[in-house]
């Protein structure tokens, strides 16, 4: 190598400029994210006429009569409420139907094993809201249309492979040895279940939960399309969107993302784990 | 019980959940879409493809893909090797950074709103700089380019974290005895990106960029906060169809041509980025 000499003598300016060049840059990522989110927070706290007015100011005036104005809207706290509870509904539907089938995947050989994980995977690769459209006329003729429970179990459908695939890799994670030392114990498959592999893995159960919680929080289009008086907070906005006064759009984004902000924090462990298995 | 049976009880609920509600539905799109005045006909697709708003809508949604997905993959790449080799701070700065994952497709319009709207921050800025007498109203009809990059750059902003996740996920994966036998040869910081991390990192590539394709052109509730009816996309029209005309034939229609687009792309995907059978990490 011809090059070597030369950087080798000149190595440390360039060096430190590099280290200069990337923290730089970091910086300015961390910056591309947290600024959109300084301005909504900015938008949020102002009042109705600074939010509609121009100049904008770039320091927070603490004025909460825009999020006043939201919660005394016509519709906004119950849109909250059916937000809640359709996202608690995905939550628990989604890890009792899909960790049985996790540990299943984790746990044993069978036939149809392949066939299984391709139908769960397939299901990702599909624009799935679109599977909304039936759905409203299946659940009219069945009463679930317009019912938190009907969207539920769309969302489900939504957040039911991830909830299989985390799940996958959490008890993946936990060797069999523990399990058969339960059971030369005395313990049945049941109990060695419950005793110990339950507790292991409930953080990153309660983990995916919250992801499951979080994908229902965020869908527009299927809430959308199967509500129509119990409006989900995200179909509400999107309904009102044409005519609602921009203080109150600024106010319900920011509601829409504060969750987002903690559920983020508290997974942030199990963010990558989950993918690390996932995606082979 | 027969412990052969067992696997077969715990994916029996999943299986049941998603025969009910992904492949059924999805045979009652496509019957839908296949179905006008009581007979099997392309009546539906026709009538959407021929409809003046298809050539727009369909152009806009692959405009966007296609702005938006490489400068996704490359922004996630760079965050991707520089996260692998911070040592302090890396925690935090992996926070920050995934923040938009569990931000939804229309409170990023909104947030992206703040910024374009007319009395916005962009607008302020400007004017504080001097670099503007009064306030432009850049969403509109007037200013298709800047719509077009409102959206795309709130989609940046948005949808990088999914795929900044998958990636650090799948760098952790790659030995680091392949990066110490490549600087023991002399290999740049650059060669080892393109010699090992590229190539090893290929499923995870797969998977980022599948998951992103298809949820490009599911591409919804950022262009009805942003542009409205300035920028129709597929899945807006779609919307109208369904809730505006009242006509579901043409709304499954117009899905399925979603659909076809979307798995034509994953196909292509998957064709591109193979990974040779028998190697594995």
């Given amino acids: 190598m011809t090059g070597s000499a030369t950087s080798q003598a000149a190595l440390p300016t360039p060096r430190k400029s590099g280290r200069f060049l990337y923290m730089a840059s970091v910086t300015l990522l961390c910056a591309w994210v947290i600024v959109p989110l300084y301005f909504l927070l900015i938008n949020t706290v102002s009042s109705p006429d600074t939010v509609n007015n121009y100049p904008k100011p770039f320091l927070p005036p603490f004025d909460w009569s825009s999020l006043q104005f939201f919660a005394s809207y016509q519709g906004m706290l119950s849109a909250l409420k059916n937000s809640v509870i359709v996202a608690l509904m995905t939550m628990v539907l989604s890890i009792t139907i899909g960790a049985p089938a996790g540990y299943a995947l984790s746990r044993f050989e069978f036939r149809g094993k392949e066939l299984f994980r391709m139908l769960v995977l397939l299901t990702r690769a599909f624009p799935l809201p679109l599977l909304a459209l039936p759905l409203a006329v299946m659940f009219i003729r069945t009463g679930l249309d317009d019912t938190a429970f009907g969207l539920a179990l769309v969302h489900t459908t939504l957040a039911l492979p991830f909830a299989v695939l985390i799940t996958f890799s959490l008890f993946s994670g936990i060797p069999v040895e523990l399990e058969e030392a339960a059971w030369t114990l005395g313990c049945t498959r049941f109990t060695a279940f419950t005793k110990v592999v339950l507790p292991l893995i409930l953080p990153g159960i309660a983990a995916s939960a919250i992801f499951a919680f979080v994908i229902s929080w965020n869908e527009v289009f299927a809430a959308a399309v199967l509500t129509i008086e119990n409006r989900t907070l995200t179909a509400f906005l999107l309904a009102k969107l044409g005519e609602a006064p921009l203080h109150l759009k600024f106010a319900g984004g920011f509601i829409l993302v504060v969750p987002a902000l903690i559920f983020i924090f508290a997974v942030r462990k199990y963010l990558f784990a989950m993918w690390g298995i996932a995606n082979r | ?281």
């Fill in chain 2, 1 to 281: 019980m027969n412990p052969r049976l067992l696997p077969y009880i715990l994916i029996l609920p999943v299986t049941l959940f998603l025969i009910v509600f992904f492949l059924y539905p999805f045979a009652l799109v496509a019957q839908e879409a296949f179905t006008a005045g009581g007979g099997l006909s392309l009546q539906n697709f026709r009538e959407v493809v021929g409809y003046w708003k298809f050539p727009i809508s369909l152009r806009n949604t692959l405009l966007l893909a296609a702005a938006v997905v490489p400068v996704q993959l490359a922004l996630a790449l760079l965050m991707a090797t520089m996260v692998n080799r911070m040592n302090r701070g890396r925690d935090l700065v992996l926070y920050v950074w995934t923040i938009p994952l569990g931000i939804s497709d229309l409170a990023a319009g909104i947030i992206w709103l703040a910024i374009f709207e007319q009395s916005g921050f962009l607008n302020s800025m400007m004017g504080g700089l001097g670099l503007i007498d009064r306030p432009a109203n850049f969403l509109s009809y007037q200013h298709p380019m800047i719509v077009f990059t409102a959206i795309a750059l709130a989609e940046i902003w948005r949808a990088t974290a999914i795929m900044l996740v998958i990636l650090v996920a799948g760098i952790g994966l790659i030995p680091k005895e392949y990066y110490e036998a490549a600087e023991v040869f002399g290999a740049s910081p650059w060669q080892r990106f393109v010699k090992i991390t590229l190539p090893l990192l290929r499923p995870s590539l797969q998977t980022a960029l599948i998951l992103r394709v298809v949820l490009a052109f599911e591409i919804f509730a950022v262009v009805a906060a942003l542009g409205g009816t300035i920028f129709p996309v597929l899945m807006g029209e779609i919307y109208a169809y369904q809730f505006d005309l009242l006509n579901g034939g043409a709304a499954a229609a117009l899905a399925l041509i979603v659909l076809a687009i979307s798995i034509a792309f994953t196909l292509i995907i998957l064709r591109v980025l193979r990974v040779p059978k028998g190697a594995t990490i």
